[in-house]
């Protein structure tokens, strides 16, 4: 059972352009909700992450918009650049369960293009 | 700087043997440790979670007679890959809880097994 799902799959956007990653959760239970950027050959590195007691964060170029009712968060990167061709994973957790264990979507592998 | 170290970074070996995988906490003291396992383009599997002092965590489907993982101190856990075959060919990436913050992972370790 795929807890949380994210779309699209893959992603090609033009340099300035907004890059938007959707991710849908089932569990009620998850109170945190962080984005990863992977690079090929490294580990994921923490972007961005939100709690649903707000309902959007910026951080720079990146917004976390978050929907409690829908049960859906997405990520927005704006003036995409090259630089940001990478795989991004949406996450979740649930604070009450066993120490931040996460729960990833499959992945979104971002292109931008020059 | 780095917060956590993974070690080696990459491996090939011999189908039979067993190679061993260490994960350390540079700047924290880490009580846990997840293990994780990435195939080509897909996304994080949790395989366990690594607790210092006690016996780790597997999750469904992983074989703790296979993975062995060995969490002696607060800075450091190791994942040995027992008579690894090629199916156990993957990313293997490792991350460090420490409290109140999101998960630090670390560069990962590339296992070919031929």
């Known amino acids: 059972q795929q807890q949380v799902k994210q779309s699209p799959q893959s992603l090609i956007v033009q340099k300035g352009g907004i890059s938007i990653i959707n991710c849908a959760y089932e569990n009620t239970a998850f109170d945190y909700f962080p984005w990863y950027q992977q690079f090929p050959g490294k580990g994921p590195a923490l972007l961005i992450a939100?709690?649903?007691?707000?309902s959007e964060k910026k951080e720079g170029r990146f917004t976390i918009s978050f929907n409690k009712s829908a049960k859906q968060f997405s990520l927005h990167i704006m003036d995409s650049q090259p630089g940001d061709s990478a795989t991004y994973f949406c996450a979740a957790s649930s604070s009450g369960g066993s120490n931040y264990k996460l729960t990833f979507g499959k992945g979104t592998l971002l292109t931008v293009n020059p | 700087g780095a917060v956590v170290s993974q070690h080696p970074s990459w491996v090939i070996c011999k189908s039979g043997t067993s190679v061993k995988i260490e994960c350390r906490s540079l700047?924290?003291?880490?009580?846990?440790m997840f293990w994780y396992r990435q195939f080509p383009k897909q996304s994080l599997m949790l395989m366990a979670t690594?607790?210092?002092?006690?016996?780790?965590?597997?999750e469904q489907g992983v074989e703790k007679d296979k993975f062995l993982i060995n969490h002696a101190s607060l800075t450091l856990s190791t994942l040995t890959v027992t008579s690894a075959h090629p199916e156990d060919s993957s990313f293997y990436i490792c991350s460090v809880v420490v409290s109140g913050q999101p998960q630090h992972f670390g560069d990962g370790t590339r296992l070919s097994i031929l």
């Open positions: 939100i709690r649903p007691d707000v």
């Open positions: 690594s607790n210092e002092g006690s016996k780790a965590t597997y």
């Open positions: 700047d924290f003291q880490a009580t846990t």
